[in-house]
Protein backbone atom coordinates (compact mmCIF):
# COMPACT_ATOMS: atom_id res chain seq x y z
CA UNK A 1 0.00 0.00 0.00
CA UNK A 2 1.37 3.62 -1.06
CA UNK A 3 0.59 6.27 1.86
CA UNK A 4 1.42 9.16 0.37
CA UNK A 5 0.18 10.08 -3.59
CA UNK A 6 3.68 8.91 -5.36
CA UNK A 7 3.91 12.82 -7.04
CA UNK A 8 3.75 13.18 -3.43
CA UNK A 9 6.51 11.18 -2.09
CA UNK A 10 8.45 11.97 -5.16
CA UNK A 11 8.83 15.61 -3.90
CA UNK A 12 9.51 14.40 -0.41
CA UNK A 13 12.46 12.86 -1.17
CA UNK A 14 13.44 15.21 -3.97
CA UNK A 15 13.54 18.23 -0.72
CA UNK A 16 15.49 16.14 1.57
CA UNK A 17 19.07 16.03 1.73
CA UNK A 18 20.47 12.84 -0.51
CA UNK A 19 22.14 9.92 1.10
CA UNK A 20 25.89 9.89 1.28
CA UNK A 21 27.84 7.77 -1.44
CA UNK A 22 28.83 5.10 0.88
CA UNK A 23 24.58 4.61 2.21
CA UNK A 24 23.59 5.04 -1.63
CA UNK A 25 26.15 2.25 -2.71
CA UNK A 26 25.05 0.22 -0.12
CA UNK A 27 21.12 0.58 -1.20
CA UNK A 28 21.87 0.05 -4.55
CA UNK A 29 24.35 -3.12 -3.98
CA UNK A 30 21.12 -4.40 -1.81
CA UNK A 31 18.57 -4.01 -4.38
CA UNK A 32 21.14 -6.03 -6.78
CA UNK A 33 22.26 -8.57 -4.49
CA UNK A 34 20.21 -9.57 -1.49
CA UNK A 35 16.93 -11.27 -0.92
CA UNK A 36 14.06 -9.00 -0.01
CA UNK A 37 15.63 -5.64 -0.33
CA UNK A 38 12.57 -3.23 0.33
CA UNK A 39 13.39 -4.69 3.93
CA UNK A 40 16.07 -1.87 3.81
CA UNK A 41 15.01 1.65 5.21
CA UNK A 42 16.17 3.69 2.28
CA UNK A 43 16.74 7.34 1.64
CA UNK A 44 13.63 8.71 3.25
CA UNK A 45 13.56 7.36 6.79
CA UNK A 46 17.04 6.92 6.89
CA UNK A 47 17.86 10.41 6.81
CA UNK A 48 14.51 10.36 9.11
CA UNK A 49 16.69 7.93 11.60
CA UNK A 50 19.82 10.32 11.28
CA UNK A 51 17.88 13.73 11.94
CA UNK A 52 16.72 11.70 14.89
CA UNK A 53 19.80 10.53 16.58
CA UNK A 54 21.54 13.96 15.76
CA UNK A 55 17.83 15.14 18.21
CA UNK A 56 18.56 12.77 20.67
CA UNK A 57 22.29 12.54 20.86
CA UNK A 58 22.21 8.82 21.94
CA UNK A 59 25.80 8.01 23.75
CA UNK A 60 25.08 3.97 23.17
CA UNK A 61 22.19 2.50 20.82
CA UNK A 62 20.78 -1.23 20.26
CA UNK A 63 19.49 -2.18 16.89
CA UNK A 64 17.12 -5.46 16.58
CA UNK A 65 17.36 -6.43 13.11
CA UNK A 66 20.79 -5.41 10.95
CA UNK A 67 20.09 -6.72 7.80
CA UNK A 68 22.33 -5.06 5.44
CA UNK A 69 23.49 -2.77 7.74
CA UNK A 70 21.96 0.50 6.38
CA UNK A 71 19.91 1.45 9.58
CA UNK A 72 22.77 1.10 11.95
CA UNK A 73 24.88 3.61 9.61
CA UNK A 74 22.30 6.10 9.20
CA UNK A 75 21.48 6.03 13.26
CA UNK A 76 25.66 5.89 13.69
CA UNK A 77 25.91 9.94 12.71
CA UNK A 78 24.19 11.31 15.89
CA UNK A 79 26.13 9.05 17.89
CA UNK A 80 27.84 10.90 20.99
CA UNK A 81 31.67 10.45 20.49
CA UNK A 82 32.87 7.06 22.37
CA UNK A 83 29.09 5.68 22.06
CA UNK A 84 28.52 2.37 19.97
CA UNK A 85 25.88 0.47 18.06
CA UNK A 86 25.20 -2.48 19.14
CA UNK A 87 23.15 -4.69 15.98
CA UNK A 88 21.67 -7.52 15.69
CA UNK A 89 20.91 -10.18 13.12
CA UNK A 90 20.29 -13.82 12.92
CA UNK A 91 21.30 -14.18 9.51
CA UNK A 92 25.14 -14.73 9.68
CA UNK A 93 24.96 -14.67 5.35
CA UNK A 94 24.90 -10.82 5.81
CA UNK A 95 27.37 -10.49 7.81
CA UNK A 96 30.87 -10.13 5.51
CA UNK A 97 28.63 -7.49 3.55
CA UNK A 98 28.13 -5.77 6.64
CA UNK A 99 31.22 -5.65 7.65
CA UNK A 100 32.43 -4.25 4.51
CA UNK A 101 30.15 -1.53 4.11
CA UNK A 102 31.14 -0.62 8.05
CA UNK A 103 34.56 -0.65 7.03
CA UNK A 104 34.16 1.64 4.30
CA UNK A 105 31.89 4.01 6.18
CA UNK A 106 34.73 4.64 8.61
CA UNK A 107 31.71 3.30 11.73
CA UNK A 108 33.40 -0.27 11.90
CA UNK A 109 34.95 0.98 15.45
CA UNK A 110 31.30 2.24 17.15
CA UNK A 111 28.95 0.06 15.25
CA UNK A 112 29.40 -3.96 16.43
CA UNK A 113 27.24 -7.03 14.54
CA UNK A 114 26.56 -9.47 16.42
CA UNK A 115 25.16 -12.72 14.88
CA UNK A 116 22.18 -14.74 16.60
CA UNK A 117 18.64 -14.76 17.74
CA UNK A 118 18.45 -10.97 19.09
CA UNK A 119 16.23 -12.54 22.33
CA UNK A 120 19.20 -14.88 23.16
CA UNK A 121 21.88 -11.61 22.54
CA UNK A 122 20.12 -9.44 24.43
CA UNK A 123 19.89 -10.87 27.65
CA UNK A 124 23.82 -10.99 27.21
CA UNK A 125 24.69 -7.26 26.47
CA UNK A 126 25.47 -5.40 29.73
CA UNK A 127 25.08 -1.35 29.04
CA UNK A 128 22.00 0.55 28.89
CA UNK A 129 20.89 2.40 25.90
CA UNK A 130 19.64 5.75 24.86
CA UNK A 131 17.75 4.31 21.77
CA UNK A 132 16.51 0.81 21.13
CA UNK A 133 15.48 -0.01 16.94
CA UNK A 134 13.49 -2.97 16.46
CA UNK A 135 13.23 -4.16 13.08
CA UNK A 136 13.68 -7.66 13.00
CA UNK A 137 10.62 -10.87 12.56
CA UNK A 138 7.45 -8.96 13.52
CA UNK A 139 5.73 -11.83 15.41
CA UNK A 140 8.52 -11.10 18.30
CA UNK A 141 8.23 -6.76 18.91
CA UNK A 142 6.68 -7.23 22.10
CA UNK A 143 9.33 -10.10 23.15
CA UNK A 144 11.72 -7.32 21.79
CA UNK A 145 10.37 -4.23 23.64
CA UNK A 146 9.78 -6.26 27.21
CA UNK A 147 13.65 -7.72 26.59
CA UNK A 148 14.94 -4.70 26.05
CA UNK A 149 12.77 -2.40 28.04
CA UNK A 150 14.99 -2.68 31.30
CA UNK A 151 18.24 -1.21 29.36
CA UNK A 152 16.59 1.94 28.46
CA UNK A 153 18.09 5.00 29.93
CA UNK A 154 15.39 6.99 31.55
CA UNK A 155 14.34 9.90 28.34
CA UNK A 156 15.50 6.88 26.21
CA UNK A 157 13.34 6.25 23.21
CA UNK A 158 12.24 2.84 21.99
CA UNK A 159 11.55 3.00 17.93
CA UNK A 160 9.89 0.08 15.68
CA UNK A 161 9.55 0.09 12.05
CA UNK A 162 6.39 -1.21 10.01
CA UNK A 163 4.05 -0.79 12.74
CA UNK A 164 1.11 0.03 9.75
CA UNK A 165 2.39 -3.01 7.90
CA UNK A 166 1.08 -1.64 4.59
CA UNK A 167 -2.03 -0.80 5.94
CA UNK A 168 -2.97 -4.58 7.01
CA UNK A 169 -3.50 -3.15 10.98
CA UNK A 170 -6.61 -1.88 9.26
CA UNK A 171 -7.87 -5.28 7.43
CA UNK A 172 -10.35 -7.49 9.78
CA UNK A 173 -9.74 -10.66 7.97
CA UNK A 174 -5.68 -9.92 7.81
CA UNK A 175 -6.05 -9.47 11.98
CA UNK A 176 -7.67 -12.76 12.01
CA UNK A 177 -5.97 -15.01 9.73
CA UNK A 178 -2.04 -13.12 10.10
CA UNK A 179 0.11 -13.71 13.39
CA UNK A 180 2.48 -11.04 12.41
CA UNK A 181 -0.66 -8.44 11.65
CA UNK A 182 -2.07 -9.51 15.18
CA UNK A 183 1.18 -8.97 17.15
CA UNK A 184 1.63 -5.32 15.50
CA UNK A 185 -1.59 -4.17 16.21
CA UNK A 186 -0.94 -6.30 19.84
CA UNK A 187 2.10 -3.91 20.04
CA UNK A 188 1.07 -0.58 19.25
CA UNK A 189 -1.79 -1.01 21.65
CA UNK A 190 0.19 -2.30 24.12
CA UNK A 191 2.99 0.95 24.24
CA UNK A 192 0.04 3.14 23.91
CA UNK A 193 -1.40 1.87 27.29
CA UNK A 194 2.38 1.44 28.76
CA UNK A 195 2.32 4.17 31.56
CA UNK A 196 6.08 4.42 31.60
CA UNK A 197 6.73 6.00 28.01
CA UNK A 198 4.97 8.38 26.09
CA UNK A 199 4.45 7.74 22.17
CA UNK A 200 3.69 8.99 19.06
CA UNK A 201 2.98 6.61 15.38
CA UNK A 202 4.37 8.47 13.09
CA UNK A 203 3.32 7.77 9.40
CA UNK A 204 6.91 7.65 7.68
CA UNK A 205 7.17 5.09 5.11
CA UNK A 206 5.35 1.95 6.91
CA UNK A 207 5.35 3.37 10.09
CA UNK A 208 7.70 4.23 12.58
CA UNK A 209 6.21 3.90 16.52
CA UNK A 210 8.48 5.80 18.37
CA UNK A 211 7.95 5.50 22.82
CA UNK A 212 10.28 7.70 25.52
CA UNK A 213 11.17 5.97 28.56
CA UNK A 214 9.46 8.58 31.53
C1 LIG B 1 13.57 -5.47 8.09
S1 LIG B 1 15.14 -6.21 8.17
C2 LIG B 1 16.10 -4.98 8.99
C3 LIG B 1 16.33 -3.76 8.11
C4 LIG B 1 17.36 -2.78 8.63
N1 LIG B 1 17.11 -2.40 10.02
C5 LIG B 1 17.32 -1.53 7.78
O1 LIG B 1 16.51 -0.65 8.08
O2 LIG B 1 18.04 -1.46 6.78
C6 LIG B 1 14.88 -7.45 9.37
C7 LIG B 1 16.10 -8.27 9.76
O3 LIG B 1 15.78 -8.96 10.98
C8 LIG B 1 16.49 -10.17 10.99
N2 LIG B 1 15.88 -11.08 11.98
C9 LIG B 1 14.75 -11.82 11.86
N3 LIG B 1 14.53 -12.53 12.98
C10 LIG B 1 15.52 -12.23 13.83
C11 LIG B 1 15.86 -12.66 15.16
N4 LIG B 1 15.09 -13.52 15.83
N5 LIG B 1 16.96 -12.14 15.74
C12 LIG B 1 17.74 -11.25 15.06
N6 LIG B 1 17.48 -10.82 13.81
C13 LIG B 1 16.40 -11.31 13.20
C14 LIG B 1 16.42 -10.66 9.54
O4 LIG B 1 17.46 -11.59 9.28
C15 LIG B 1 16.52 -9.34 8.75
O5 LIG B 1 17.84 -9.14 8.31
Not at 101 to 107: A, D, M, P
Not at 120 to 141: C, G, M, Q, R, S
Request: proline share 4%; with cysteine.
Amino acid sequence: MEFLDPKLEAYVENHTMPESAVLDELNRETWLKVLQPRMLSGHLQGRVLSMLSHMIKPRNILEVGTYTGYSALCFAEGLQQGGVIDTIDINEELEPLVQRFLEKSGYSDRIKMHVGNALDIIPTLDKEYDIVFIDADKNNYINYYNAAFEKVNKGGYIIADNVLWSGKVLDEQELKDDPDTRTINEYNKMVLADERVENVLFPIRDGLMIARKK
